[in-house]
């Protein structure tokens, strides 16, 4: 019976029958080619003498010193297998540990500040920064806007220094600490010249230290899970 018949009976296009099915190779993988035991070598010389060196280091020394041109990574690759690669644990910069109180017992001796930012709904972020009272945690004022600069934070004090005594200026009876991190608007040198001027001790928080600004960091994170979020 001929192919044309069958075809005819089943109703089969011609191509399904005289079709062949390809036969793959069964290891698709591509093989990794020998690393060459001079480029190996010339890896070697290098990160013995210079052992701070990275991939980019090393790369353009083998072009430099041994006329080795290979692909960066190429080299990571080596410098792995032989475990040559420099380890990018960034140690921290020195920091005072926190083994102070934040809160204090009588009201208008220590305000806490911070800058915090607030994402809204139509994708815009807000910055918010306010003048706490580390005492009874009230809120004395407050500014908000896309930047807030050091004559903000300047501008925000003095708000709270003439609602609470009626002028710009902390009576020399009234010791009050101003407690802050150490953001560029609050480390400007004008501002801390500012705050002298109107009795106030400036003072910023360890470096890495956020928990001695605690309270003002608590206060924050309620308002923004309770009321913004």
């Not at 089943?10 to 191509?15: D, E, I, L, N, R």
């Not at 420099?86 to 921290?92: A, G, H, Q, S």
């Not at 083994?99 to 208008?108: C, D, E, F, R």
């Not at 009230?138 to 896309?146: L, R």
Request: aromatic share 8%.
């Amino acid at each position: 019976m001929g192919k044309n018949i069958v075809i005819k009976a089943f109703g089969v296009a011609k191509s399904s029958v005289y079709y062949k099915s390809k036969e793959y190779p069964k290891d698709t993988k591509r093989k990794k080619k020998p690393t060459p035991p001079e480029v190996k070598s010339a890896i070697f010389a290098i990160t013995e003498r210079k052992a701070t060196y990275g991939v980019p280091r090393v790369k353009a020394l083998l072009k430099r010193d041994h006329g080795i041109e290979i692909s960066k990574y190429m080299v990571h690759r080596i410098m792995k297998e032989e475990g040559l690669l420099i380890k990018k644990n960034r140690p921290l910069g020195a920091s005072r540990p926190h083994t102070g109180q934040i809160s204090v017992a009588k009201p208008n001796t220590r305000w806490a500040s911070d800058i915090t930012t607030i994402k809204c709904w139509n994708g815009e972020k807000v910055k918010v920064a306010i003048v706490l009272d580390c005492c009874d945690r009230s809120i004395i004022s407050w500014i908000s806007g896309k930047h807030i600069q050091a004559c903000d934070i300047e501008l925000m004090v003095q708000d709270a220094l003439i609602k609470l005594f009626r002028k710009a200026e902390a009576p020399l009876s009234s010791f009050i600490q101003f407690l802050h991190d150490n953001g560029p608007e609050f480390i400007e040198r004008k501002l801390g010249r500012q705050l002298k001027k109107w009795n106030i001790e400036n003072c910023n928080t360890p470096t890495y230290s956020p928990q001695s600004n605690g309270m003002y960091e608590s206060f924050m994170g309620t308002l923004k899970r309770d009321y913004v979020y």
